[in-house]
């Protein structure tokens, strides 16, 4: 989401919290901050604008593309079904990769999903265009841009062996205008991490 608000150029203020250390990975100030926020579906991570209150990363996706940038949606029903399509695939792999993350010796499950799972096909579907469903990014990029960039950090540098076409995806992505500047700007916080 902040790559996505940074390319159309929203000014905002983040919120960060902090689990415990493994085993317990306690997240007990995640539960006191979300539930006294008064959002209908309390979880991480949540938007706030104005009245609206959201969780869950695709509605926030979608609601910031509808809001500062309707190009992000996609350009007739046939693209809008395609990244929408997307958006659910890409939810299900994210969410096996990072939950094993969490978990000890279970690296190798996460490389085992990069290698096997759905990303060969999201690679194949995107085939020749500048982004996953054309010439244009669009909103659920962003979303792919934080998987790719964590499955180079996962794989230790060598995504882009396995799937070469993702290394000029990322830097398509790292050059979009707003985007750029973010990433280039020393208090980014994604080079804190």
Known sequence: MRYQLAYCGVDCDYEEYE???GPGFDRSCWYNVKYDLGFDFPNLPYFVHGDIKLTESMAIGRYIAETWDETLMGVGPVQRANINMLADILCGINLTQRRNSYLPDKKDVVI???KGGGIPKIVNFMGKNKF???SE???I????FEMVE??????????YELYPTLEGYHKRMTDLPGLKEYLEDPDCPEKTR
């Not at 990029?141 to 792919?144: A, I, S, T």
């Not at 964590?150 to 995504?159: N, P, S, V």
Request: proline share 4%.
């Open 112 to 114: 085992k999903s990069i």
């Open 132 to 134: 996953l469903t054309g």
């Open 19 to 21: 689990q415990g250390d």
């Open 137 to 139: 990014p669009a909103w």
């Open 150 to 159: 964590y499955m180079q950090f996962i794989m230790e540098g060598k995504l």
């Open 141 to 144: 990029d962003f979303f792919f």
